[in-house]
């Protein structure tokens, strides 16, 4: 199966060390868990070319799932900084790079959906090296 960056990274654009490989379990049980639920089952074509489908109500209840999964959102949409912070440092060694990229990418919303779906917008558009490959 060929291998395709579903978020967090573009592999051209990434430069940090690699996700330990038990985050990359983690990740992909919380995406095959996600993708169990009706209600958040997603194609994987529309998550392969997310840019391009990130208004699509399936994908952002996709993500808003594997954010709650992750840890990086409460089941009730708060963000939860700490966790974010210490999921981008798994990849990322510059603590002035994360802040900047935190106060750059992760922004409490209204809604929960928009808030996590324009997170992980973010993260691709700035290489961040948390990603889960499908």
Not at 45 to 51: K, Q, S
Request: glycine residues 4%; proline residues 3%.
């Amino acid at each position: 199966m060929k291998v395709v960056i579903v978020f967090f990274a573009l592999v051209a654009g990434i430069s940090a060390a690699t996700l330990p490989e038990s985050e990359k379990t983690l990740l992909k049980q919380i995406h095959d868990s996600c993708q169990a639920s009706p209600s958040t089952h997603v194609d994987e074509n529309l998550l392969r070319h997310m840019t391009q489908h990130s208004q699509n109500p399936k994908v952002k209840a996709h993500m808003l799932c594997m954010a709650q999964g992750a840890g990086m959102m409460s089941h009730s949409g708060v963000l939860k900084m700490s966790v974010i912070k210490s999921k981008m440092a798994m990849t990322m060694h510059d603590e002035h790079l994360i802040d900047t990229t935190i106060n750059k990418c992760v922004i409490q919303k209204e809604d929960p959906m928009e808030t996590s779906m324009d997170m992980w917008m973010c993260f691709m558009q700035n290489n961040i090296g948390y990603m889960h490959a499908l």
